[in-house]
């Protein structure tokens, strides 16, 4: 009888050690691997995958078929990141066994796909394109099945001027053909990744997965869909990248793998303090310490917290991510959001990083800045950055001094010292701060301004010469969603106004300005005006790359010339409420040994030196010819 309770007592130990260690196998079990693939035959060959799940610093990694570099853990034993070498590693899976005190409890398979040929060499946005800046949920709404999603909190309510609209990436594939109509060749959406954030979440800058598209928005497939039918029609696809911030509800935030992960405020409610948003303490040689944390470290927003890139295993996260992105999407470009809020030493490396894997790329870094200097700064091999060794390694900035004075110099009808079109002709005297002005982007507006057609109110000529200024002038042109067909929106009324849908997107607005028959007659004239310019910019690489001369304005009229060994092109801006007469013999430098031309809007035949008279605020633009 003692021998049978013996018995029974050892086999209910056993019971319970037994459950104790399934359980414990169980609460270790790996819920994430990021990133889910990768390739082989990448120009980088060290690859870090970061592994999430219960407790499973735990574990000790083997991979059998790939070369285990070291293995990183954390103070968050929810972690762990391992670090293998990819050279001369074939397309397959791999597999990673995690043992525990010797005994391997779990496999995990981890792809490496084949790369698409010559993808290391891909061709990047550059001068020869116009680019499109469209926000998906505004724009239009091509599968209403999507439109809420039942693991994201917020749902839509197209009635709510932040709420969420509908639009997605069906939407944007279906008027692909509009884009092209218009001339447009390379497309920048607003970020498109999931943000679960439970309000005003449409615009997708407070990212919660960076490895999955918004299901509202559409699938991953969806975005490679858009990149394959964006370059069936001769056009490249940019993608929004946010490395500065990320969302509050991402998972990563909600069990930081490291305490400084993010920019953590001890005095802050919840690790929260706002940037000061004093960028230039970023290049200010007599800048405090505090200052300089202040705007950096600072959060742009209380649902955004501010992640920390100097930090290697988030640098070397976001660095794959971005790399995943290009490969997976086939992308074109990107376009960096708040780039000069980052750690500059570290986002500097992330640049780099993907320049090196695709040398021909492009980087567009927002550096919303308001002197020449402090723009040119951040671009890739800035003679003012070297003053410090500095190199930001990023090809591209946006010209927002030029964007500045846009709205207002139009709207000068009379010059005098320092206003009028005299503002252009100073922001590009400046030039000589850039280290290459063709890669600048120049613009009217964005999705963060009031929309140019508002600063005009609704003045269709004043629009005709801001957009020749940008089409014309060097750089990267972009436009905003529906500026070309006269939209109005006012910053003061908040960014939905700025952001409204656009007509016809959805099933049921009352006209459809996607079409020529939907247009109202206004808007059918800002189409076929950006239509008539894009089109003949698209076919005319002097204007891509070509110099430029050009003079003081006198009586508000600016004149220009783009210009290579065989051809020149000849910019007239009459900004005045008066006709001009053109002085010829004033221009002679620019014009050189051409007699004759053919002025592009009106398509009507020119001969150089006969009285041409410009209109009241009105542009000319002629293709000069011998």
Known sequence: MIEKKLVDHLNKIHIVFLFLFVLNTYAQKIEKIEPPFWWAGMHQTELQILCYGNNIAAYDVKIPNAKLLNLRKTENPNYLFINIDTEGLEPGMLQLDFYKDGRKLESQNFE?????????????????????????????????????????????????????????????IDHVDYLKEMGVTALWSTPLLEN????????TYAQSDFYKIDPRFGTNQDYCDLAIKLHQNDMKLVMDY?????????????????????????????????????????????ASTYDTKACENGWFDTSMPDMNQSNPLLLQYIKQNAIWWIEYADLDGLRVDTYSYNDKWAIAEWTKAIMDEYPNFNIVGEVWMHQTAQNAYWQKDSPIGAIESFNSYCPSVMDFTLNDVIPSMFNEDEMHWNNGLFKAYMNFANDFLYADTNNLLVFLGNHDMTRI???????????????????????????????????RGD???????????????????????FTASGRSEQEAAYFDFTKTLLNWRKENPVIHTGKTLHFVPLDNV?????????????????????????????YHEGIRNFTEGKEIITNKNITVGNKLIIGPKTPKIIYLTK
């Open 112 to 172: 490496l796909k084949n790369r698409k040929e010559n993808s290391r060499y891909r061709k990047g946005f550059d001068s020869s394109d116009v680019m499109y800046l469209l926000m998906p949920d505004r724009f239009a709404n091509g599968n209403p099945k999507n439109d809420s999603h039942p693991e994201l909190v917020e749902k839509l309510n197209r009635a709510q001027q932040g709420g969420r609209h509908g639009g997605d990436i069906q939407g944007i």
């Open 242 to 286: 946010v490395t500065n911030h990320w969302g509050s509800k991402h998972w990563m935030i909600k069990d930081l793998p490291t305490k400084d992960w993010i920019h953590y405020w001890e005095n802050g409610e919840k690790g929260f303090q706002r940037s000061s948003y004093r960028m230039s303490t970023q290049f200010d040689l007599n």
């Open 491 to 513: 910053k003061a009324n908040g960014d939905g106004d700025l952001r409204k849908d656009f007509p016809g997107g959805w099933k049921g607005d009352d006209h459809n300005a």
């Open 196 to 203: 679960k954030e439970p309000i005003y979440s449409y615009h």
């Open 558 to 586: 600016y004149v220009y010339f783009r210009y290579n060994d065989s051809e020149n092109v000849m910019v007239i801006l009459n900004n005045s409420l008066k006709p001009h007469s053109l002085d010829w013999n004033r």
């Open 453 to 487: 057609n508002e600063h005009f109110k609704g003045d269709l000529k004043k629009y005709k010469l801001a957009l020749s200024l940008i089409l014309t002038i060097r750089g990267i042109p972009q436009l905003y969603y529906a500026d070309e067909i006269g939209m």
